[in-house]
Protein backbone atom coordinates (compact mmCIF):
# COMPACT_ATOMS: atom_id res chain seq x y z
CA UNK A 1 0.00 0.00 0.00
CA UNK A 2 1.41 3.66 -0.96
CA UNK A 3 1.37 5.27 2.51
CA UNK A 4 2.65 1.70 4.20
CA UNK A 5 4.33 3.40 7.62
CA UNK A 6 3.14 6.89 7.34
CA UNK A 7 2.04 9.00 9.67
CA UNK A 8 -0.90 11.36 7.92
CA UNK A 9 -2.99 14.32 10.40
CA UNK A 10 -6.51 14.94 8.60
CA UNK A 11 -8.20 18.17 10.06
CA UNK A 12 -12.06 18.05 10.29
CA UNK A 13 -12.02 14.67 9.89
CA UNK A 14 -15.36 13.25 11.97
CA UNK A 15 -17.41 13.58 9.00
CA UNK A 16 -18.28 14.38 5.37
CA UNK A 17 -15.28 14.51 3.34
CA UNK A 18 -12.80 14.39 6.40
CA UNK A 19 -14.02 10.85 7.32
CA UNK A 20 -13.83 9.72 3.68
CA UNK A 21 -10.08 11.07 3.26
CA UNK A 22 -9.12 9.35 6.99
CA UNK A 23 -10.46 6.17 5.70
CA UNK A 24 -8.48 6.11 2.50
CA UNK A 25 -5.55 6.78 3.76
CA UNK A 26 -6.23 3.88 6.99
CA UNK A 27 -6.84 1.60 3.72
CA UNK A 28 -3.72 2.60 2.02
CA UNK A 29 -2.13 1.66 5.12
CA UNK A 30 -1.10 5.42 6.93
CA UNK A 31 -1.98 5.77 10.67
CA UNK A 32 -4.10 8.58 10.70
CA UNK A 33 -5.06 11.20 13.47
CA UNK A 34 -8.74 12.02 13.24
CA UNK A 35 -8.95 16.13 13.71
CA UNK A 36 -12.10 17.45 15.51
CA UNK A 37 -13.52 20.63 16.47
CA UNK A 38 -16.30 19.73 18.83
CA UNK A 39 -18.04 16.56 17.89
CA UNK A 40 -16.18 14.00 19.35
CA UNK A 41 -18.73 11.44 18.91
CA UNK A 42 -18.56 11.92 15.02
CA UNK A 43 -14.78 11.57 15.57
CA UNK A 44 -15.00 8.36 17.80
CA UNK A 45 -16.90 6.99 14.19
CA UNK A 46 -14.36 7.98 12.42
CA UNK A 47 -11.64 6.17 14.47
CA UNK A 48 -13.70 3.17 14.60
CA UNK A 49 -14.37 2.91 11.13
CA UNK A 50 -10.68 3.25 10.62
CA UNK A 51 -9.95 0.51 12.99
CA UNK A 52 -9.58 2.38 15.55
CA UNK A 53 -6.34 2.74 18.17
CA UNK A 54 -5.23 -0.87 17.81
CA UNK A 55 -4.89 -0.11 14.25
CA UNK A 56 -2.32 3.03 15.71
CA UNK A 57 -5.17 5.83 14.92
CA UNK A 58 -6.56 8.24 17.07
CA UNK A 59 -8.69 11.03 17.70
CA UNK A 60 -7.55 14.58 18.63
CA UNK A 61 -8.74 17.95 19.74
CA UNK A 62 -8.44 21.32 18.44
CA UNK A 63 -10.42 24.96 17.86
CA UNK A 64 -8.40 25.84 14.64
CA UNK A 65 -9.49 29.36 15.52
CA UNK A 66 -6.53 29.28 18.62
CA UNK A 67 -2.87 29.12 17.44
CA UNK A 68 -1.81 27.65 20.48
CA UNK A 69 -4.21 24.73 19.79
CA UNK A 70 -3.34 24.18 16.40
CA UNK A 71 0.41 23.72 17.32
CA UNK A 72 -0.37 21.44 20.24
CA UNK A 73 -2.21 19.61 17.79
CA UNK A 74 0.37 19.00 14.98
CA UNK A 75 2.75 18.12 17.66
CA UNK A 76 -0.03 15.73 19.39
CA UNK A 77 0.29 14.36 16.26
CA UNK A 78 3.78 13.92 15.62
CA UNK A 79 4.23 12.39 19.32
CA UNK A 80 1.57 9.54 18.83
CA UNK A 81 2.83 8.70 15.01
CA UNK A 82 6.33 9.36 15.45
CA UNK A 83 6.47 11.01 12.46
CA UNK A 84 4.05 13.43 10.44
CA UNK A 85 4.33 12.77 6.30
CA UNK A 86 0.95 14.24 5.26
CA UNK A 87 -1.27 17.12 6.45
CA UNK A 88 -4.51 17.50 4.92
CA UNK A 89 -5.71 20.57 5.97
CA UNK A 90 -9.69 20.09 5.45
CA UNK A 91 -11.32 21.57 8.17
CA UNK A 92 -13.43 24.63 7.12
CA UNK A 93 -16.59 26.21 8.02
CA UNK A 94 -19.19 28.11 5.40
CA UNK A 95 -21.86 30.90 6.89
CA UNK A 96 -24.09 32.86 4.53
CA UNK A 97 -23.43 37.12 5.22
CA UNK A 98 -25.25 38.33 1.56
CA UNK A 99 -22.80 41.99 2.71
CA UNK A 100 -26.03 44.05 1.98
CA UNK A 101 -28.42 42.04 4.11
CA UNK A 102 -26.11 42.08 7.11
CA UNK A 103 -25.20 44.89 9.54
CA UNK A 104 -21.31 45.86 9.90
CA UNK A 105 -21.03 44.01 13.17
CA UNK A 106 -22.44 40.72 11.17
CA UNK A 107 -19.84 41.82 8.42
CA UNK A 108 -16.60 41.64 10.37
CA UNK A 109 -17.95 38.65 12.20
CA UNK A 110 -18.33 36.86 9.32
CA UNK A 111 -14.93 37.78 7.94
CA UNK A 112 -13.15 37.18 11.29
CA UNK A 113 -14.82 33.68 11.45
CA UNK A 114 -14.05 32.85 7.84
CA UNK A 115 -10.55 34.10 7.37
CA UNK A 116 -9.55 32.95 10.80
CA UNK A 117 -10.99 29.39 10.13
CA UNK A 118 -10.21 28.85 6.61
CA UNK A 119 -6.92 30.43 6.11
CA UNK A 120 -5.23 31.44 9.40
CA UNK A 121 -6.17 27.78 11.22
CA UNK A 122 -4.55 25.95 7.89
CA UNK A 123 -1.76 28.29 7.54
CA UNK A 124 -0.85 27.67 11.26
CA UNK A 125 -0.81 23.81 10.72
CA UNK A 126 1.42 24.07 7.84
CA UNK A 127 3.72 25.87 9.63
CA UNK A 128 4.26 23.48 12.20
CA UNK A 129 3.68 20.44 10.09
CA UNK A 130 6.24 21.81 7.70
CA UNK A 131 8.88 22.33 9.97
CA UNK A 132 8.68 18.64 11.07
CA UNK A 133 8.76 17.75 7.63
CA UNK A 134 11.51 19.63 6.53
CA UNK A 135 13.59 18.35 9.30
CA UNK A 136 12.47 14.56 8.70
CA UNK A 137 13.05 14.27 4.74
CA UNK A 138 10.17 15.96 3.42
CA UNK A 139 5.84 15.27 3.19
CA UNK A 140 3.43 16.74 1.59
CA UNK A 141 0.59 19.60 2.99
CA UNK A 142 -2.78 19.41 1.12
CA UNK A 143 -5.00 22.05 1.07
CA UNK A 144 -8.52 21.42 0.27
CA UNK A 145 -9.93 24.61 -1.13
CA UNK A 146 -13.36 25.70 -3.34
CA UNK A 147 -14.12 26.41 -6.38
CA UNK A 148 -15.73 29.72 -4.80
CA UNK A 149 -12.37 30.60 -4.75
CA UNK A 150 -12.61 31.54 -8.18
CA UNK A 151 -16.33 31.67 -9.42
CA UNK A 152 -17.37 33.63 -6.22
CA UNK A 153 -19.19 33.55 -3.27
CA UNK A 154 -22.00 36.25 -3.66
CA UNK A 155 -24.09 35.00 -0.47
CA UNK A 156 -20.77 34.32 1.38
CA UNK A 157 -18.07 36.42 0.50
CA UNK A 158 -15.88 36.03 3.54
CA UNK A 159 -15.59 32.05 2.35
CA UNK A 160 -14.34 32.84 -0.96
CA UNK A 161 -12.21 35.36 -0.23
CA UNK A 162 -10.41 32.89 3.10
CA UNK A 163 -10.04 30.24 0.12
CA UNK A 164 -8.61 32.66 -2.39
CA UNK A 165 -5.87 33.55 0.33
CA UNK A 166 -5.60 29.77 0.95
CA UNK A 167 -4.59 29.20 -3.22
CA UNK A 168 -2.47 31.75 -2.63
CA UNK A 169 -0.59 30.47 0.54
CA UNK A 170 -0.40 26.97 -1.04
CA UNK A 171 1.43 28.17 -4.07
CA UNK A 172 3.98 30.04 -2.22
CA UNK A 173 4.81 27.56 0.78
CA UNK A 174 5.29 25.01 -2.70
CA UNK A 175 8.01 27.43 -3.66
CA UNK A 176 9.69 28.40 0.04
CA UNK A 177 9.13 24.21 0.71
CA UNK A 178 10.58 22.52 -2.46
CA UNK A 179 14.11 22.75 -1.33
CA UNK A 180 13.38 20.84 1.52
CA UNK A 181 11.07 18.45 -0.36
CA UNK A 182 7.75 19.24 1.29
CA UNK A 183 5.44 19.62 -1.66
CA UNK A 184 2.04 21.53 -1.07
CA UNK A 185 -0.92 20.89 -3.21
CA UNK A 186 -4.79 21.99 -3.20
CA UNK A 187 -8.03 20.28 -4.26
CA UNK A 188 -10.90 22.93 -5.38
CA UNK A 189 -14.18 21.10 -5.26
CA UNK A 190 -17.50 22.03 -6.56
CA UNK A 191 -20.69 20.79 -4.34
CA UNK A 192 -19.83 17.22 -2.65
CA UNK A 193 -22.27 15.17 -1.55
CA UNK A 194 -21.91 15.69 2.48
CA UNK A 195 -24.91 15.29 4.97
CA UNK A 196 -24.54 19.08 5.21
CA UNK A 197 -25.71 19.50 1.14
CA UNK A 198 -27.89 16.60 0.79
CA UNK A 199 -30.88 18.87 2.31
CA UNK A 200 -30.08 20.94 -0.42
CA UNK A 201 -30.24 18.39 -2.87
CA UNK A 202 -33.73 17.64 -2.61
CA UNK A 203 -36.46 18.70 -5.42
CA UNK A 204 -35.67 21.35 -8.35
CA UNK A 205 -33.39 23.28 -5.96
CA UNK A 206 -31.06 20.04 -6.09
CA UNK A 207 -31.51 19.74 -9.62
CA UNK A 208 -30.24 23.06 -10.23
CA UNK A 209 -27.16 22.26 -8.58
CA UNK A 210 -26.36 18.78 -10.53
CA UNK A 211 -27.36 20.73 -13.43
CA UNK A 212 -24.26 23.15 -13.14
CA UNK A 213 -22.56 19.70 -14.45
CA UNK A 214 -22.81 18.11 -17.34
CA UNK A 215 -22.25 15.28 -15.59
CA UNK A 216 -25.37 16.20 -13.58
CA UNK A 217 -24.39 15.44 -10.59
CA UNK A 218 -22.18 16.55 -7.24
CA UNK A 219 -19.13 14.92 -6.68
CA UNK A 220 -18.94 12.08 -3.57
CA UNK A 221 -16.82 12.06 -0.59
CA UNK A 222 -14.57 9.19 -2.00
CA UNK A 223 -14.20 10.80 -5.19
CA UNK A 224 -12.72 13.76 -3.39
CA UNK A 225 -10.74 11.07 -0.99
CA UNK A 226 -8.97 9.25 -4.12
CA UNK A 227 -8.27 13.01 -5.33
CA UNK A 228 -6.29 13.94 -2.05
CA UNK A 229 -4.67 10.71 -1.59
CA UNK A 230 -2.76 10.71 -5.28
CA UNK A 231 -2.14 14.92 -4.57
CA UNK A 232 -0.15 13.42 -1.00
CA UNK A 233 1.10 10.44 -2.91
CA UNK A 234 4.93 10.48 -4.46
CA UNK A 235 3.48 10.24 -7.77
CA UNK A 236 2.32 13.73 -7.68
CA UNK A 237 5.60 15.50 -5.96
CA UNK A 238 6.33 16.78 -9.01
CA UNK A 239 2.92 19.13 -9.50
CA UNK A 240 3.59 20.91 -5.96
CA UNK A 241 2.49 24.31 -6.16
CA UNK A 242 -0.84 22.83 -7.78
CA UNK A 243 -4.63 23.91 -7.40
CA UNK A 244 -6.88 20.79 -9.25
CA UNK A 245 -10.18 21.91 -10.03
CA UNK A 246 -12.49 19.36 -8.93
CA UNK A 247 -15.97 20.36 -10.10
CA UNK A 248 -17.20 17.76 -12.71
CA UNK A 249 -16.77 20.72 -15.50
CA UNK A 250 -19.41 22.92 -13.19
CA UNK A 251 -17.14 26.41 -13.44
CA UNK A 252 -13.95 26.24 -15.75
CA UNK A 253 -11.71 29.09 -15.44
CA UNK A 254 -8.30 29.83 -18.17
Known sequence: MRFEGKGVLVTGASKGIGRAVARRFATDGARVVVHYGGDRPAAEETLAAIGGEAAGHAVAQADLRD????????TGAVDHLGRLDVLVNNAGVYRLAPVLEVDYAAWREHLDEMVTTNLLGPAWAAHCAARHMAANGGGRIVNVSSRGAFRGEPDAPGYGAAKAGLNALGQSLAVALAPHIVAVLTIAPGFVETAM??????????????????????????????????????????????????????????
Do not use: K, M
Open 67 to 74: PDAVERLC
Open 197 to 254: VRPHLQGEAGDAIRAQSPFNRVATVDEVADAVAFLASDAAGWASGTILDFNGASYLRT
